[in-house]
């Protein structure tokens, strides 16, 4: 029974609110392709000993970025003609700052690997030009801090270890290192930086069946995302996991299959909780209880509203499809600008099945507000509570 939806907020439909764009000056989405791209090219450029002809693509990327404008991708790309159909014969020959946000940036990663050669046949196929800002990740103190934890949690009540490993999963996604790598963000993981909590709904959502969970970031996202599908899988909360991440690196901390493998061994070599969970992962995978999957959409710059029939298919049929992230909320809610307050379920009325979300605030859109919630935020933070990373949200609709 889907929840009633107030019809109001989309009178004029769910697309009558405006996307986001990057031609205000000043604004985040300006900020984000103006200063924080630049800055990620130049921290791939010094992480490894690219030759001089991948130094002078990225150079070039850089300055395409800033004064040029949006040029297709190189033959013999394999995947051209997917990027001219997902908008680029609309966009190309326009300057990045006057195309959709989402699309913006969704391409200039793609356009970031095409420079460092990570799908041109040759030695630096394949190598994530991320890799080292997500490894070193893993191996922090703060890491082993939080998996030494599980060993204390293990012998709480399961329904008390449910609660702590999803606000593990959701606190997780604060990590993101394109958010770092430029210099922002930071947050605390106390209750008070809630701004809406439908754990309630969300847990009644674990009925045993599939879940599908869209995996955000890598490393310390990556790493709870996968100790509360263990936590799930191993007390019958969810039959089978499918695990998304992305085909190829995106957005510099998005998780891949290889960082699936990597989070899986950093846990299986812990100690105490941590490396049984790894273990009990380990074997869920090699049974097909935990499959992962890389569908090429989830590199994409559209909308949800865009889904391919396969997976519009694949979570319709799941109890509940889990997104995490800031970039996957913005996907969910179709990037656009809906007014704080308007119901979660009338924003997501056309995901299919029941849906739920996991987020850190990192950018300007969100949905499902309490009014008051929105006028007391804005009175104490101004707008830095939207973008900040500072503050998250729980937020789940029934089919
Ligand atoms: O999906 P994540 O990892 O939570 O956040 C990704 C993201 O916040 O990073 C960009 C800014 O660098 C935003 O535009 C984008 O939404």
Redo the contacts with the bound molecule.
């Keep these: 029974m889907r929840d009633p939806v107030d019809p109001a907020p989309f009178a004029a439909g769910p697309d009558a609110a405006p996307v986001v764009v990057s031609s205000v000056r000043g604004s ?2 300006w900020s ?1 392709l103006a200063e ?1 791209h630049p800055a990620i090219v130049r921290k791939v450029r010094d992480a490894f000993p690219y030759g001089p002809g991948q130094r002078h693509a990225l150079d070039a990327l850089l300055e395409n970025c800033a004064e040029g404008v949006v040029e297709p991708l190189a033959e013999p790309a394999a995947d051209r003609a997917r990027w001219d159909a997902w908008g680029g014969r609309e966009h190309y020959g326009r300057s990045w700052f006057d195309v959709p ?1 989402l699309w913006a ?1 969704s391409y200039f990663y793609r356009k970031l690997l095409e420079a460092v050669g990570y799908f041109t046949p040759g030695p630096w196929q394949g190598i994530d030009p991320f890799r080292p800002f997500k490894l070193a990740e893993l191996d922090t103190p703060e890491a082993d801090e939080e998996l030494a934890a599980l060993d204390d949690l293990a012998h709480r009540p399961a329904g008390e270890q449910e609660e702590a490993l999803l606000h593990g999963s959701l606190w997780g ?1 604060r990590a ?1 290192l ?2 770092r790598l ?1 210099g922002t963000g930071s947050g605390t993981a106390d209750g008070s930086r809630l701004v809406a909590d439908d754990a309630g709904v969300l847990r009644s959502l674990f009925a045993g069946g599939t879940l599908c969970l869209v995996a ?2 890598a490393g310390r ?1 990556l790493v709870p995302d996968l100790l509360l599908v263990d936590h799930l899988l191993r007390h019958g909360r969810a039959g089978r996991t499918v695990l998304h991440v992305k085909p190829y690196p995106y ?4 998780a891949t299959a290889a960082d699936v493998l990597d989070a899986l061994r950093r846990l299986t070599a812990a100690k105490g909780a941590a490396g049984e969970a790894g273990n009990r992962l380990w074997a869920a995978m090699s049974e097909g209880r935990l499959t992962v999957r890389a569908h090429p959409f989830s590199c994409g710059p559209l909308p949800y509203t865009d889904l391919p029939e396969d997976l519009r298919r694949e979570f319709a049929a799941a109890d509940v499809t889990l997104l ?7 996907r969910l809610i179709g990037d656009r600008l809906h007014p704080a307050t308007t119901p979660f379920a009338a924003a997501t009325a056309r995901f299919p099945g029941p849906v739920a979300t996991l ?2 605030l ?2 300007d859109v969100v949905v499902g507000i309490a009014p008051a919630v929105e006028a007391a935020l804005d009175a104490a933070e101004g707008d830095r509570w939207r973008t900040g ?1 500072t503050h998250a949200l729980i937020q789940a609709r029934r089919g």
Excluded: H, I, Q
């Design positions: 985040f989405p984000v924080r946000f940036e996604n993101d394109g958010f430029s955000d970031n996202e957005y510099v901390s998005d995490k992230g800031d970039l996957n909320y913005r987020r850190t990192k950018s990373g």
